[in-house]
């Protein structure tokens, strides 16, 4: 799945969250010259000790030209991000100093480069600091910025399609009679790709019958990926295997020992990455989490971000049928210095309620049954909300 993909120019005011596709070198030497981290005043460290008074005779702030020595016997005012002045080579915060006039007083000994970092120590000049395949956050962009990189060649987010299955299923903006249900499964998955970094497409969505399945499946292998939910489980209208398997589909799982999302499957088909999640809401979203997302991951270019699992401490115990790893909806929150977690009552995958109170899921391993309370687990986060 993972491959060259189409690159676009971006500014990095709008480049947050997508992934780099060059490289980024520095322009010059960081810091470009040596730099003051500290306001206070710049001396010869072999001049200063305990009680030292020096003649102040001058003051540098940021951004201002710096070419003169400094005298032996001197010292100058400096300010946080100024140039140290040559000859000077340590930097003694203004808290350690007294001032009368122009003499300054010295508290504490001074040692050779302190407060100073020296031009060039966080990079030299043509140093690659962005490589292809880095995700570009705050901290990337910030970089991008500070050595002129105002455009970036960036991966076109992969364009992920999402058609829902089911006869009862109607468009959000219609009424639903009075055994149908609103296809709230289309917005959730579109949600999850934006925050995943894909682009989401939305077919709508298809009966469960073989032609229109055909015929929506089609054309949503038209784009990077396709994710389907609903129709994947062992009922006599749950089609969306047997299409895929006539479109020529290649199956890398069809079942999952995870609840909820059992039924969740993985096929390629047509070179194209489908995923069948199933169609109760709360299956969905976590499948999504856990399979979908690090395959938009590596279809953007990058590498697949870890999940985010943490660890804490159960607030109640806890007690689950083994044989399947569970992900519970659950709530995290600090208590004293540790996280700590409780599930939240809930009427199975279908309570997209019970999910809207959660911030995390609990992750049960399907060799346990009870959990005690104070025990550790581990906890997948919502990253959209925590
Ligand atoms: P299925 O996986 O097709 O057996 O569907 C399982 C459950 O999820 C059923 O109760 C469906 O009504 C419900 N469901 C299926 N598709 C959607 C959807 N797009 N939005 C909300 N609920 C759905
Ligand atoms: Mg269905």
């Not at 010259?33 to 710049?42: E, K, P």
């Not at 460290?45 to 540098?60: D, N, R």
């Not at 009922?235 to 020529?248: C, I, T």
Request: charged content about 25%; glycine content about 10%.
């Amino acid at each position: 799945m993972r491959g060259p993909r189409a690159t676009a120019a971006v500014s990095v005011w709008d480049a947050l969250g997508l992934v780099l596709a060059q490289e980024v070198k520095t322009d010059r030497e960081y810091p470009p010259f040596d730099r003051s981290t500290r306001d206070g005043y710049a001396v010869r460290a072999v001049e200063v000790t305990s009680g030292t008074e020096l003649q102040c005779v001058g003051e540098i702030k940021a951004g201002d030209v710096v070419t003169k020595t400094m005298a032996v016997g001197t010292c100058v005012q400096i300010m946080t991000g100024a140039a140290v002045p040559p000859g000077a080579d340590a930097v003694v915060m203004i808290e350690h100093t007294q001032r009368i006039g122009d003499v300054v007083r010295f508290e504490q000994v001074a040692r050779e480069g302190q407060n100073i970092v020296r031009r060039g120590a966080e990079a030299s000049a043509g140093r690659t600091i962005l490589t292809p395949g880095m995700r570009l956050g705050f901290a990337e962009l910030a970089l991008a910025a500070q050595v002129g990189a105002a455009q970036l060649q960036c991966a076109k987010r992969p364009r992920v399609a999402i058609l829902s299955t089911g006869d009862e299923v109607v468009a959000i903006d219609q009424q639903p009679g009075e055994f149908q249900i609103r296809n709230s499964n289309s917005v959730s998955l579109a949600a999850q790709v934006r925050l995943a970094g894909g682009e989401p497409v939305v077919l709508g969505n298809a009966a469960d019958r073989v032609e229109d399945l055909g015929e929506k499946i089609e054309r949503g292998l038209k784009e990077d990926a396709l994710v389907l939910s609903g129709g994947v489980s062992m009922g006599k209208y749950d089609l969306v295997e047997n299409v895929l398997k006539a479109l020529g589909a290649e199956f890398h799982f069809d079942a999952v020992a995870i609840r909820p999302g059992k039924p969740a499957v993985f096929a390629v088909c047509r070179g194209k990455p489908v995923f069948g999640l199933p169609g109760n809401p709360v299956s969905t979203m976590v499948t999504f989490e856990l399979f979908v997302a690090p395959a938009i991951d590596l279809l953007s270019g990058a590498e697949a971000r870890p999940l985010p699992f943490v660890e804490a401490r159960l607030g109640e115990s806890l007690h689950e049928k083994s044989g399947l790893a569970h992900f519970l909806p659950a709530r995290i929150a600090w208590r004293g210095t540790t996280p700590e977690v409780k599930p939240l009552r809930w009427q199975g995958s279908g309570d997209i309620a019970a999910l809207g109170k959660a911030n995390c899921f609990l992750f049960v391993p399907s060799d346990k049954e009870n959990i005690d309370a104070g025990e550790r687990a581990s906890v997948l986060l919502r990253k959209d909300v925590v």
